[in-house]
């Protein structure tokens, strides 16, 4: 090792051996921004102790040249080629002379705890790594030789985790390519800590108590404080779920004259506290320092650009607390200039392919070409056979809970909804950059192509990967950039379409809590009413169709259970199946749910019929739910039929009932003593109906909003009614994977199961993992209150 990095004296040609991270920092701290000193391992430190590990292994030997490019399909295999190269790391021996060096250098700063973070750097290549905070994480250790060392083996090693080995191949990075430094800092107590983030809208700040390692481990519900553009006023302030903090074990109090409560002791350096109830009611970062922080963002955005995040946290230093910043990072660069058209970011990811238009006076296209993003006034479920190939969506109407946005989250395509005049302002064959996440549409200048000509279409399923030629196949895999802990609480899979399957039978869910039957039913109608393949003579035909459609998820998912939802359709979806038979069109309503079997049964029969033929053939995790049930009475008829067919002589058997209307939140009892096994609440008709909201208006996307007071207060009525009357109680509207904030609420109420699109499967994981230990951690403040 010949040299140490200090981040005053970095130069940009240093790039490979200091990492981005750095390499950022040292470019603001030059500019006069506060920056906490520091100095840099450098990535050729990491090479030369990879090649001189001593092992007789070939695997091992060979690391420093290797490609690293696994059959990641073989899961076990992976996990123990990953652990086995850890374990050589963490044994292997850091020279004595190059742990001196480091520590020397820290001793300067007469702090006991320091911190090592990752900087990582590309090379050869184009590819845009993204955000890799999960791969790679900060390790904190006291300034002590032996301490460095291990820390230095556990930054290292944390390069070949089984996560990381997945992602490098996805990305298709070498292990030649990566250069890993390690940036080592002190770490002082801090009053506060967080993050500073802006876009074209305005700013975000969020804020906890102590070192923001909580807010990393997703241990806290950070407060935010929302940021006008222009004059930096603050607009609205929302108080987190602040628990504990952490700080440097060197301390009594983090407020004078308040008691510690110890949690635990981690990497014998940092201390785990948790606050008192007064702390968690305040805002955690003072009004001065917040004041302060706007004006130091404002002046990076006024340098960097429009689009950044910033990490901060404010020491507990003498004289007076300081503002320091930790991290600085910006998007992949997107020319503002290019941005013509913005509206609903409705289904995550970004798509660079070519326009494809329909506008209002065309009828609905019977075929689509392959990897284009369609741009039309508005897409309704019928649509769906045509989508399974599209690159991208863009709608002129709709909302988050549209039929366009649910579609394109389950087929996992980048859409953006209410895009005021985009059929107008697009033309076909242009060449767009959809981004799904910011609700932005961007012309890539200079790019064209024939848009019939069959080639590939750039496709990027999520913002931090390349945009590179791939097929439209959604990954649902988790991509592990977090530990995966046990819960509690059911995590169901909301599914339609038989060819997600494969891909989403591996998730860590609990089973299928909605099978939408209409969109499955879709790739098999033709384009026609069910009620026309009847009439036509067709029921033997259409009952073995779908009973095979309906059998491949029974047989997937087998023991975990399935909830089949029966068919529930309004004429306004299905334009194109012209039953004149049915009420009109510009209804929000319309004759659907159960009310529609009553008036004509046929095919709820032969649903059912359908059911029961499976259940025969040993598939006993099949239920039932009925879909927006107005009466009792409604659900009676329904329950009856079950009974006829036989459905009921499986024990196991249960008929559910979707909680959509709102007239369930005073009938819910009588719905329990009628034969109701278990209720499974749809947020989006739920809030449309109690807000007199209509879901696919854009336009009063700010007012339909499934947190109102109002439906918040309907769902706990719910949750509460059915734990009384003894029955399960599942969520599986877009709530919870729109709002994930919520989930808080729902567990502490006592939720059941929460059922969301496969593409929300892993953050709602998360969400539910945090959401239960902040639960255990208040009854551990609560125990110790009371002690």
């Given amino acids: 090792m010949e040299k140490l990095y200090w981040l005053d004296q970095i130069k940009p040609q240093d790039r490979a051996q200091v990492g981005d991270k750095a390499l950022y920092l040292s470019k603001i701290m030059e500019r006069g921004y506060p920056v906490v000193p520091g100095f840099v391992v450098a990535a050729d430190v990491w090479r030369q102790f990879l090649e001189n590990l001593n092992s007789s292994e070939s695997l091992v030997a060979d690391l420093p040249y290797s490609s690293l490019h696994l059959d990641v399909s073989n899961w076990q295999q992976l996990q123990q080629v990953a652990g086995r190269l850890r374990e ?15 520590f020397q250098a820290g001793k300067i700063w007469e702090k006991k705890c320091l911190i090592l973070r990752p900087s990582l750097s590309i090379s050869s290549g184009t590819q845009v790594i993204g955000n890799i905070s999960g791969l790679l994480e900060s390790v904190f250790c006291v300034c002590d030789p032996d301490a460095i060392a ?64 909580s807010i990393t481990k997703g241990e806290v519900l950070p407060d935010v404080h929302y940021i006008e553009e222009k004059t930096g006023v603050i607009q609205e302030q929302q108080l987190g779920n602040k628990i504990l ?26 201390l785990a506290y948790l606050l008192n109830e007064h702390q968690q009611k305040q805002y955690a970062l003072p009004e001065n320092y917040l004041q302060q922080l706007v004006i130091l963002g404002n002046q990076l955005v006024s340098e960097l650009g429009t689009k950044l995040t910033m990490k901060w946290t404010i020491t507990e230093g003498t004289p007076t607390p300081k503002i320091y910043i ?18 609903i970011g409705a289904a995550r990811g970004r798509v660079k392919a070519s326009a494809y238009v329909i506008v209002s006076s065309q009828p609905k296209p019977e075929q689509i070409p392959k990897g284009v993003i369609i741009i039309a006034p508005v897409i309704t479920p019928d649509w769906l056979p045509l989508l399974h190939e599209v690159g991208g969506i863009i709608t002129e109407r709709g909302g988050l809970t549209s039929h366009a946005a649910i579609l394109a989250r389950e ?91 494969e891909k989403v ?106 059911l029961r033929g499976l259940q025969k053939n040993g598939y006993s995790n099949i239920n039932l739910m009925l879909p927006f049930v107005r009466t009792v009475e409604e659900f009676v008829f329904c329950r009856r039929q079950v009974e006829e067919v036989g459905l009921t002589q499986n024990p196991h058997f249960q008929l559910w009932i979707m909680a959509e209307v709102p007239s369930v939140l005073f009938l819910l009892p009588e719905y329990i003593k009628a034969g ?8 989006n008709d739920l809030t449309q109906l109690i807000l007199g909201v209509d879901r696919e208006q854009g336009d009063l996307a700010t007012i339909f909003d499934e947190r109102h007071p109002a439906v918040m207060g309907a769902i706990f009525q719910l949750i509460k009614m059915a734990k009384d009357g003894g029955i ?22 006592g939720i059941t199961s929460i059922s969301v699109e496969p593409e929300a499967v892993e953050r709602t994981y998360q969400a539910i993992a945090r959401a239960e230990k902040r639960l255990v951690l208040a009854a551990a403040r609560k125990i110790l209150g009371n002690s």
């Fill in 88 to 102: 050589e790391i963490i044994s292997g021996s850091v020279p004595q002379n190059w742990v001196n060096k480091i």
């Fill in 150 to 213: 291990q820390g230095l083996k556990q930054t290292w090693s944390q390069l070949f985790r089984a996560r990381s080995l997945v992602y490098w191949q996805s990305v298709g990075i070498n292990l030649q390519q990566i250069n890993l430094a390690v940036l080592v800092q002190p770490v002082e107590n801090a009053i506060a800590s967080g993050s500073f983030t802006t876009n074209i809208s305005g700013a975000e700040i969020e804020a906890t108590y102590g070192l923001g390692v």
């Fill in 245 to 270: 903090a952490y700080a440097v074990d060197n301390f009594t109090s983090v407020n004078a004259g308040e008691p510690l409560y110890t949690l635990m002791t981690d990497e014998n350096c940092l």
């Fill in 326 to 343: 930790t991290q600085v990072s910006t998007p992949p660069s997107l020319n503002p200039s290019l941005h013509f058209l913005k509206g």
């Fill in 411 to 501: 087929l996992g395509i980048p859409a953006v909804v209410s895009a005021k005049n985009a059929t107008n302002l697009i033309q076909t064959g242009e060449r767009l950059l959809l981004d799904g996440d910011r609700g932005e549409v961007y012309r890539c200048q200079g790019e064209s192509d024939n848009l019939l000509d069959g080639e590939n279409i750039s496709l990027h399923q999520h913002t931090n990967e390349p945009l590179d030629d791939h097929s439209n196949q959604p990954n649902y895999e988790f991509s592990m950039t977090k530990s995966l802990h046990e819960i509690a609480t059911q995590l169901l899979v909301n599914l339609s379409q038989p060819n997600l399957i």
């Fill in 505 to 610: 039978q591996s998730l860590p869910v609990d089973g299928v809590g909605l099978l939408r039957s209409e969109l499955m039913m879709l790739n098999i109608l033709d384009g026609q009413n069910p009620h026309a393949w009847l009439l036509g003579g067709r029921q033997k035909e259409l009952l073995e169709t779908l009973s095979e459609q309906i059998k491949t998820f029974a047989r997937a998912f087998t023991p975990r259970p399935i909830l089949y939802r029966s068919l529930d359709w309004r004429p306004q979806d299905l334009p194109s199946f012209n039953d004149d038979g049915q009420s009109s069109p510009q209804s929000i309503l319309g004759e659907h749910g159960t009310l529609s079997y009553l008036k004509n049964p046929a095919v709820f029969e032969l649903e059912l019929k359908a």
């Fill in 676 to 683: 109701v096994a278990g209720i499974s609440i749809g947020t």
């Fill in 728 to 749: 399960p109680c599942s969520i599986c509207g877009q709530a919870p994977a729109l709002y994930p904030e919520i989930i808080d609420k729902l567990i502490e109420w």
